[in-house]
């Protein structure tokens, strides 16, 4: 992926030498910087190997997502070592979501991207719906998804704290149908939905849909193929889920009512 290294947050302790040494100052006038150090009693320690290996299983059996709160990226276009945002306005069109993504996916074979979305106005233009939907749409499609630090996670210092929409989609991202299934995207309702299909023979397959306008639409999705006339609703972000039956219910493909600027998975 690309990924250089990591670092820890409100960890308690540092790496030390196991005799307590002090590192070498290599430069006095520079003491605030890490390079006035010469690192060699804290750098490539034996044990760092253990502690990163139980770490790692440690959020491997909790929670199964990658949870990034600051990520060095470069915008490297068809190199699959390196990761690349999604660049989009905060009043981004439909149009638009679509040629960011098949921008994306229609790479080298050999490539697996991976979904970090950034918009280029400024910090936070997005309200909370809209993110919802953006980790919702990172998870489902081909490749890795950078789901963003979320408040929620650390609540009564309970790490991770894994909310109900985590825990879907990693019950969705265990499906073969999103490694191995086909991918399938286009605009309904005079563009003003985004909406694609993951499809796998002999595997449950899946649908997004995204309503980017203000309104409430009804949608036909008889133009994706082999969606039947009732399927499962497996997710849906807040203001959807205020019109739409509870998750898990049955509802009709053809007149799936979308409340505006919101976001619903089905699985079929």
Known sequence: MGID???LDKVQYLFVDKDFKNDTIIAP?????????????????PETYE??????NFVRNY???????DLDSKDVKGINMVHSSVMLTSNFTGEQLLHAILSKTTMSSSSW???E???TDKPN??????IDAFSILGSLLPGVPFVNADPKLFENNKIPNITYMQSTLKELRSMPTIEFGSFNAKLLNNYTVFAFDRVMSG????????????????LNLNSFDGIPAEVNLSLCTETACSILPPPKSKINSNQLRLAGESAVVLTF
């Open 5 to 7: 290294g990591l670092y």
């Open 29 to 45: 006038n520079m003491t605030q910087k890490y390079d006035s150090l010469s690192h060699k009693a804290t750098s490539n320690l």
């Open 51 to 56: 502690l990163l290996s139980r770490w790692g």
């Open 63 to 69: 929670s199964g997502v990658l949870i990034v709160s």
């Open 113 to 115: 991207s991976s979904w």
């Open 117 to 119: 979305w950034v918009c």
């Open 125 to 130: 233009c997005w309200k909370n719906e809209t």
């Open 203 to 218: 595997s449950e397959s899946l649908l997004f849909a995204w309503n980017l306008s203000e309104n409430i639409t009804v």
